[in-house]
T-cell receptor, first 109, second 116 residues
Framework: AQRVTQPEKLLSVFKGAPVELKCNYS??????LFWYVQYSRQRLQLLLR??SRESIKGFTADLNKGETSFHLKKPFAQEEDSAMYYC???????????FGTGTRLQVFP | DADVTQTPRNRITKTGKRIMLECSQT?????MYWYRQDPGLGLRLIYY???????NKGEISDGYSVSRQAQAKFSLSLESAIPNQTALYFC???????????????FGPGTRLTVL
């Protein structure tokens, strides 16, 4: 079955602390993995995708096929990182996204 | 700016009523999607359309129907609304580029629907 699991509903850290939002997936084949973010009163938007191997707003995510994980990391959290984060996957031949249940990140000053 | 818009933004209705949520986009994208968001459940795909003549069910299509009136318009209907359809509904679009699909989806602002 195709599934994305985000085990943490809420993650609270202080400013400057490292952050890791966990994402595990189940997919028969080679999926594309994404992180989407929803800031307060803003639309859901793409943060980063594994194929790009990029760092956006200090966040990175590495696809670990052996552990079927795509954890999102940032070494030093900022208050403006507070948001809802969704991990998502799609198959190679489709644009359909399967979303995880989301993790709310709270960064305290 | 090219955009994805949804109307209405908020709607309160009663059980048994027919409701239509509309989505329009000026991005020129071929592909459009309807999701619902529920607390603790994330976003779940209701229907999607890869072009005007192509409409497909998502994982939770029961109780919903859609219409792709044009490339730019994709409407979601609840034929007879029920309380457990109370949720935040999102429309999204994407564009297919190249042979492999790594396409970003662009989301509308959402419609908050309450069924009493």
């Amino acid at each position: 079955a195709q599934r994305v699991t985000q085990p943490e509903k809420l993650l609270s850290v202080f400013k400057g602390a490292p952050v890791e939002l966990k994402c595990n997936y189940s997919y028969s084949g080679s999926p594309e993995l994404f992180w989407y973010v929803q800031y307060s009163r803003q639309r859901l938007q793409l943060l980063l995708r594994h194929i790009s191997r990029e760092s956006i707003k200090g966040f990175t995510a590495d696809l670990n096929k052996g552990e079927t994980s795509f954890h999102l990391k940032k070494p030093f959290a900022q208050e403006e990182d507070s948001a809802m984060y969704y991990c998502a996957l799609s198959g190679i031949s489709t644009d359909k996204l399967i979303f995880g249940t989301g993790t709310r990140l709270q960064v305290f000053p | 700016d090219a955009d994805v818009t949804q109307t209405p933004r908020n709607r309160i209705t009663k059980t048994g009523k027919r409701i239509m949520l509309e989505c329009s986009q000026t991005k020129g994208h071929d592909r459009m999607y309807w999701y619902r968001q529920d607390p603790g459940l994330g976003l779940r795909l209701i229907y999607y359309s890869f072009d005007v003549k192509d409409i497909n069910k998502g994982e939770i299509s029961d109780g919903y129907s859609v219409s792709r009136q044009a490339q730019a318009k994709f409407s979601l209907s609840l034929e007879s609304a029920i309380p457990n359809q109370t949720a935040l509904y999102f429309c999204a679009t994407s564009d297919r580029t190249g042979a492999r699909s790594y396409n970003e989806q662009f989301f509308g602002p959402g419609t908050r629907l309450t069924v009493l």
